[in-house]
T-cell receptor, first 116, second 115 residues
Framework: AQSVTQLDSHVSVSEGTPVLLRCNYS??????LFWYVQHPNKGLQLLLK??????LVKGINGFEAEFKKSETSFHLTKPSAHMSDAAEYFC??????????????FGSGTRLSIRP | GAVVSQHPSWVICKSGTSVKIECRSL??????MFWYRQFPKQSLMLMAT?????????EQGVEKDKFLINHASLTLSTLTVTSAHPEDSSFYIC???????????FGSGTRLTVV
């Protein structure tokens, strides 16, 4: 069985300061892990994904995440927040090898607010 | 990259009418499409999984007669909300992928308001 936990429902940072959005997962096999961003009334945009290659994954818009198997974590970071980063972020876990009916599990989401 | 188009982006309908939402994979063939429902300030709730050419698999608690899903081709899946009621008002999002893809691409979502 798989599950994913986003530890913070809301994170607020000042513009120009670092961002840390936390995600822990559990999986009975090697999972694929993703971070998606959702702006209000919009669909989900893929920020980055981990698929058993390099443990430090770089994504779009300056975001990156590190897969730590020992800590079962996949935290999302960005060195310097921008006002346009304000959005909802979802951590997602998926079976490592897809099947015809593979399912992905969503975290509950973290709302990121940026203070001017 | 992979693009999924969802249409319409928003729709308002009267109670008792039916609404169809389309999800298209524009530059790849999607063997699997998922339909999600998202309530305000909540995560996505999987409603059903559809594989091209076969019946959709619905999650527990989702009424298959109310939410009709058709995946007639490798590039198109439709969700029809039948006899819509105000409680069906929500944000519906589809995603599409292939059996060997490591990520799923999401549509832009449809805001349904039933009045």
């Amino acid at each position: 069985a798989q599950s994913v936990t986003q530890l913070d429902s809301h994170v607020s940072v000042s513009e120009g300061t670092p961002v840390l959005l936390r995600c822990n997962y559990s999986s009975s096999y090697s999972p694929s892990l993703f971070w998606y961003v959702q702006h209000p009334n919009k669909g989900l945009q893929l920020l980055l994904k981990y698929t058993s290659a390099a443990t430090l994954v770089k994504g779009i818009n300056g975001f990156e995440a590190e897969f730590k198997k020992s800590e079962t974590s996949f935290h999302l970071t960005k060195p310097s927040a921008h006002m346009s980063d304000a959005a909802e972020y979802f951590c997602v876990v998926s079976p490592s090898v897809g099947s015809s009916a593979s399912k992905i599990i969503f975290g509950s989401g973290t709302r990121l607010s940026i203070r001017p | 990259g992979a693009v999924v188009s969802q249409h319409p982006s928003w729709v308002i309908c009267k109670s008792g009418t039916s609404v169809k939402i389309e999800c298209r994979s524009l530059d790849f063939q999607a063997t699997t499409m998922f339909w999600y429902r998202q309530f305000p300030k909540q995560s996505l709730m999987l409603m059903a999984t559809s594989n091209e050419g076969s019946k959709a698999t619905y999650e527990q608690g989702v009424e298959k007669d109310k939410f009709l899903i058709n995946h007639a081709s490798l590039t198109l899946s439709t969700l029809t909300v039948t006899s819509a009621h105000p409680e069906d008002s929500s944000f519906y999002i589809c995603s599409a992928g292939t059996a060997l893809s490591y990520g799923y691409t999401f549509g832009s979502g449809t805001r349904l308001t039933v009045v």
